[in-house]
């Protein structure tokens, strides 16, 4: 450990040593870009040229807090301009740039565009979906679906995703999406993500950005790729807060309510919001298991009504403070607490051959649970030189605690025999106490003529302790005390050291090769069964993109990368969790890490159109494994590392504009999966094509109105041996700004047709 940390320090100050290498007369421009009410627009094409001519010298796009820099060594005179879709483009007066001057447009603001339809203004929106060369962009801030709805239901909705049963979220056909919050890796299961994402306000959330190919400065976590959430940040002058009230009623009702309140004066932004938001809906699980014993085959058809409840208070707040033009620092904090009650009753019948008889089995489940978890951030920024030398550090700090009570109820009969039914309880009481300590320092050197280099550290300090008390019942007697209660702790330290470069090798061709480095060291440790397993190892993951312009309308983007998916603590645990009489789930301290090859080429067109083809191969894949015990004809389920699976894509996404006042955002995604493994003594080996199918349309109406409609399919789908039947659902809403903007009403449908 000591020897991994001194390689990677001696490696960052090697790269910061290159620092002296600055540039000779290059000259740079800065600005940000803003709308008419002040608030930054990102992605805006930056282009600079002659004054007087068409000859474009160089460009850029703007990032997400609108802000620009160009760097040129010509000389003379110049015009800066700027569009983005949905407003007028800008040009400056001509300027004059000599040797090495820096010029700051300061806050440039541009206008919306309007048309004039039968006496009826209709202006253009901000794009739902921003297509860039690394990356999808989700705009969510301003949207009719934020308003109302949780984090989890924004990602849900997003073009090539689709959260499961078990609430993994899978992106373009593949499990193992790491999900980031500001940049910051969430380092939770999935279920426990899931959760804290449903006590997350959609209308807390900037954007929503979806990495396929993530480069060397992101971490290596997450085999499929990365879902980063962009949380809103207030760039205007002044005091703003806002109200909101509001509810949905999905069977149950969900009533929802929040304030905010952002201030920013002179050198220091502070922001702070409030929420409350109750989540209840009732869903139906239908699960139909067969089994090849040897009278044949025996089969279970299990229904299962769910019911839940959850309710949540989140607080995010945060300040930053300019020192002077160049360097900022700052600090952040969430917290959230959350109470859930979880409903379920399932219904299973079983039918064996060799005889007509039906056994039923008859499960109630009551499970609540407690959740309370605070995050806290410290941040430095700093400027070095006009060239954007930029050092940045984070440190980060997390724990959740959270406890539960479940109680499982159970009978079971013959035929029509439910009097004589014969039952037992199960009660279970869990403890869970998780801390995340994160540190990481990231260092970007410019050299001009599009020449960049990144490099880093980063350290990251996980534990978690979780505590199972499991007690059993039979009829009216006391709860007696179960000989697999558990007690795990996980410890995960990570050290991380990276370097990237991006350069340009001719006007049409640029690319952006790095490497990184990860030292794992992960000790599992179960204290009831005296067990621990320790897994250290050290990997290298590269990754290369290639950006080659046919044509100012058209681009192909090529990229390469190698990544890991680690166990969490659940799927390492051993300890076996009661979900019915007839079913288990057990963890497995013996999984190894999942590694994946990424290939995907993404072709775009006039900015907008995307089509992307894709290949990935996934050594030791994750998949849950079904067992049944043949005697008591329970099914055990648990992870386990397959050999091989293959992973081939294909996904156009589409934006039409029908009308002026009528866009839509379309997507086609159609995936080839396939398994290959021994499971015992038998070889998986199955693939499926799936096809999803997601359209947006939004609707620019007379007197304000704003109305959104989405759709989306997902085909059938097989993971493994599991295999899952396709769904899909609509969704509208509507908005209407009244009293001068001042207040939003906003009505949202969600699944209309309850499929």
């Given at each position: 450990?000591?020897?991994?940390?001194?390689?990677?320090?001696?490696?960052?100050?090697?790269?910061?040593?290159?620092?002296?290498?600055?540039?000779?007369?290059?000259?740079?421009?800065?600005?940000?870009?803003?709308?008419?009410?002040?608030?930054?627009?990102?992605?805006?094409?930056?282009?600079?040229?002659?004054?007087?001519?068409?000859?474009?010298?160089?460009?850029?796009?703007?990032?997400?807090?609108?802000?620009?820099?160009?760097?040129?060594?010509?000389?003379?005179?110049?015009?800066?301009?700027?569009?983005?879709?949905?407003?007028?483009?800008?040009?400056?007066?001509?300027?004059?740039?000599?040797?090495?001057?820096?010029?700051?447009?300061?806050?440039?603001?541009?206008?919306?565009?309007?048309?004039?339809?039968?006496?009826?203004?209709?202006?253009?929106?901000?794009?739902?979906?921003?297509?860039?060369?690394?990356?999808?962009?989700?705009?969510?801030?301003?949207?009719?679906?934020?308003?109302?709805?949780?984090?989890?239901?924004?990602?849900?909705?997003?073009?090539?995703?689709?959260?499961?049963?078990?609430?993994?979220?899978?992106?373009?056909?593949?499990?193992?999406?790491?999900?980031?919050?500001?940049?910051?890796?969430?380092?939770?299961?999935?279920?426990?993500?899931?959760?804290?994402?449903?006590?997350?306000?959609?209308?807390?959330?900037?954007?929503?950005?979806?990495?396929?190919?993530?480069?060397?400065?992101?971490?290596?976590?997450?085999?499929?790729?990365?879902?980063?959430?962009?949380?809103?940040?207030?760039?205007?002058?002044?005091?703003?807060?806002?109200?909101?009230?509001?509810?949905?009623?999905?069977?149950?009702?969900?009533?929802?309510?929040?304030?905010?309140?952002?201030?920013?004066?002179?050198?220091?932004?502070?922001?702070?919001?409030?929420?409350?938001?109750?989540?209840?809906?009732?869903?139906?699980?239908?699960?139909?298991?067969?089994?090849?014993?040897?009278?044949?085959?025996?089969?279970?058809?299990?229904?299962?009504?769910?019911?839940?409840?959850?309710?949540?208070?989140?607080?995010?707040?945060?300040?930053?403070?300019?020192?002077?033009?160049?360097?900022?620092?700052?600090?952040?904090?969430?917290?959230?607490?959350?109470?859930?009650?979880?409903?379920?009753?399932?219904?299973?019948?079983?039918?064996?051959?060799?005889?007509?008889?039906?056994?039923?089995?008859?499960?109630?489940?009551?499970?609540?649970?407690?959740?309370?978890?605070?995050?806290?951030?410290?941040?430095?920024?700093?400027?070095?030189?006009?060239?954007?030398?930029?050092?940045?550090?984070?440190?980060?700090?997390?724990?959740?605690?959270?406890?539960?009570?479940?109680?499982?109820?159970?009978?079971?009969?013959?035929?029509?025999?439910?009097?004589?039914?014969?039952?037992?309880?199960?009660?279970?009481?869990?403890?869970?106490?998780?801390?995340?300590?994160?540190?990481?320092?990231?260092?970007?050197?410019?050299?001009?003529?599009?020449?960049?280099?990144?490099?880093?550290?980063?350290?990251?300090?996980?534990?978690?302790?979780?505590?199972?008390?499991?007690?059993?019942?039979?009829?009216?007697?006391?709860?007696?005390?179960?000989?697999?209660?558990?007690?795990?702790?996980?410890?995960?330290?990570?050290?991380?050291?990276?370097?990237?470069?991006?350069?340009?090798?001719?006007?049409?061709?640029?690319?952006?090769?790095?490497?990184?480095?990860?030292?794992?060291?992960?000790?599992?440790?179960?204290?009831?069964?005296?067990?621990?397993?320790?897994?250290?190892?050290?990997?290298?993951?590269?990754?290369?993109?290639?950006?080659?312009?046919?044509?100012?309308?058209?681009?192909?983007?090529?990229?390469?990368?190698?990544?890991?998916?680690?166990?969490?603590?659940?799927?390492?645990?051993?300890?076996?969790?009661?979900?019915?009489?007839?079913?288990?789930?057990?963890?497995?301290?013996?999984?190894?890490?999942?590694?994946?090859?990424?290939?995907?080429?993404?072709?775009?067109?006039?900015?907008?159109?995307?089509?992307?083809?894709?290949?990935?191969?996934?050594?030791?894949?994750?998949?849950?494994?079904?067992?049944?015990?043949?005697?008591?004809?329970?099914?055990?389920?648990?992870?386990?590392?397959?050999?091989?699976?293959?992973?081939?894509?294909?996904?156009?996404?589409?934006?039409?504009?029908?009308?002026?006042?009528?866009?839509?955002?379309?997507?086609?995604?159609?995936?080839?999966?396939?398994?290959?493994?021994?499971?015992?003594?038998?070889?998986?080996?199955?693939?499926?094509?799936?096809?999803?199918?997601?359209?947006?349309?939004?609707?620019?109406?007379?007197?304000?109105?704003?109305?959104?409609?989405?759709?989306?399919?997902?085909?059938?789908?097989?993971?493994?041996?599991?295999?899952?039947?396709?769904?899909?659902?609509?969704?509208?809403?509507?908005?209407?700004?009244?009293?001068?903007?001042?207040?939003?009403?906003?009505?949202?449908g969600t699944d209309l047709f309850r499929s």
């Amino acid at each position: 450990m000591k020897t991994s940390t001194q390689v990677f320090t001696a490696l960052f100050f090697f790269f910061l040593g290159m620092s002296n290498l600055a540039a000779k007369d290059i000259s740079t421009l800065t600005g940000q870009v803003t709308d008419e009410k002040g608030e930054s627009l990102p992605f805006a094409n930056i282009a600079l040229f002659e004054a007087g001519s068409e000859k474009l010298l160089t460009g850029t796009v703007s990032d997400e807090n609108g802000k620009f820099l160009i760097e040129t060594s010509k000389t003379g005179q110049f015009q800066l301009v700027i569009s983005s879709i949905g407003f007028e483009t800008f040009r400056s007066e001509p300027f004059e740039i000599r040797a090495s001057i820096k010029k700051d447009f300061g806050s440039i603001k541009v206008v919306e565009e309007a048309s004039n339809l039968s006496e009826v203004t209709v202006r253009a929106t901000r794009p739902e979906i921003t297509i860039e060369a690394d990356k999808t962009t989700v705009n969510v801030e301003g949207t009719v679906m934020a308003e109302g709805n949780t984090a989890l239901d924004v990602i849900a909705r997003s073009p090539g995703i689709y959260v499961d049963q078990d609430n993994n979220i899978n992106l373009n056909g593949r499990p193992g999406v790491t999900v980031m919050i500001n940049d910051r890796q969430t380092y939770m299961s999935s279920n426990d993500l899931a959760n804290f994402l449903r006590s997350m306000p959609a209308e807390n959330i900037k954007s929503i950005e979806i990495i396929n190919s993530p480069t060397s400065r992101f971490d290596a976590e997450g085999a499929a790729g990365i879902v980063n959430i962009k949380l809103k940040k207030n760039n205007i002058d002044g005091v703003f807060g806002n109200v909101s009230v509001g509810g949905m009623y999905n069977g149950l009702l969900s009533p929802n309510t929040g304030v905010s309140l952002n201030v920013k004066k002179g050198k220091w932004t502070n922001t702070a919001s409030l929420n409350y938001n109750q989540f209840n809906f009732q869903n139906e699980l239908n699960i139909d298991r067969n089994f090849q014993i040897d009278e044949g085959v025996s089969s279970f058809q299990q229904d299962s009504p769910i019911t839940m409840y959850n309710e949540s208070l989140f607080f995010q707040g945060g300040s930053d403070y300019e020192i002077n033009d160049k360097h900022s620092v700052g600090g952040s904090i969430q917290a959230s607490k959350r109470k859930e009650e979880n409903i379920g009753k399932s219904l299973t019948e079983i039918s064996n051959p060799g005889t007509d008889d039906l056994w039923f089995i008859r499960s109630d489940n009551d499970t609540r649970v407690n959740n309370n978890r605070i995050f806290g951030n410290l941040h430095y920024v700093g400027l070095l030189d006009t060239l954007g030398t930029r050092l940045s550090a984070d440190v980060d700090f997390t724990r959740m605690v959270q406890d539960s009570e479940a109680l499982l109820t159970n009978s079971n009969w013959v035929n029509d025999n439910e009097n004589q039914a014969t039952g037992d309880f199960i009660r279970t009481l869990n403890d869970m106490d998780y801390s995340i300590f994160t540190a990481k320092v990231d260092f970007v050197k410019p050299f001009g003529k599009g020449r960049v280099l990144e490099t880093g550290l980063k350290g990251s300090w996980v534990n978690s302790d979780n505590n199972l008390d499991l007690s059993r019942a039979d009829g009216e007697g006391p709860f007696i005390p179960d000989p697999n209660s558990n007690r795990f702790i996980y410890e995960e330290n990570v050290l991380a050291a990276y370097a990237s470069y991006k350069s340009n090798i001719s006007e049409k061709v640029s690319f952006n090769a790095g490497l990184r480095a990860e030292h794992s060291d992960i000790t599992g440790t179960s204290v009831t069964l005296d067990q621990v397993n320790k897994q250290r190892y050290l990997d290298l993951f590269p990754s290369v993109f290639v950006q080659q312009k046919i044509s100012k309308e058209y681009q192909i983007n090529y990229s390469a990368n190698r990544r890991i998916t680690r166990p969490n603590y659940r799927l390492l645990n051993p300890f076996v969790f009661y979900i019915d009489p007839l079913t288990t789930e057990q963890g497995n301290p013996n999984l190894r890490p999942q590694y994946a090859h990424n290939f995907e080429m993404n072709h775009v067109l006039k900015g907008a159109y995307q089509f992307t083809m894709g290949y990935s191969v996934t050594t030791d894949v994750f998949q849950q494994i079904f067992t049944q015990d043949e005697e008591s004809r329970t099914t055990t389920t648990f992870t386990d590392n397959l050999d091989r699976a293959q992973n081939w894509n294909f996904r156009a996404m589409i934006p039409v504009e029908i009308r002026p006042w009528w866009n839509t955002s379309n997507m086609l995604q159609v995936t080839r999966s396939q398994w290959k493994s021994m499971i015992g003594d038998d070889l998986l080996d199955v693939a499926q094509t799936n096809v999803t199918m997601r359209t947006q349309h939004t609707f620019t109406l007379p007197l304000g109105l704003k109305a959104e409609l989405m759709g989306m399919y997902v085909g059938p789908a097989q993971y493994g041996q599991a295999v899952i039947k396709g769904f899909g659902w609509v969704d509208l809403g509507f908005t209407k700004p009244l009293m001068k903007e001042k207040l939003t009403l906003t009505v949202n449908g969600t699944d209309l047709f309850r499929s």
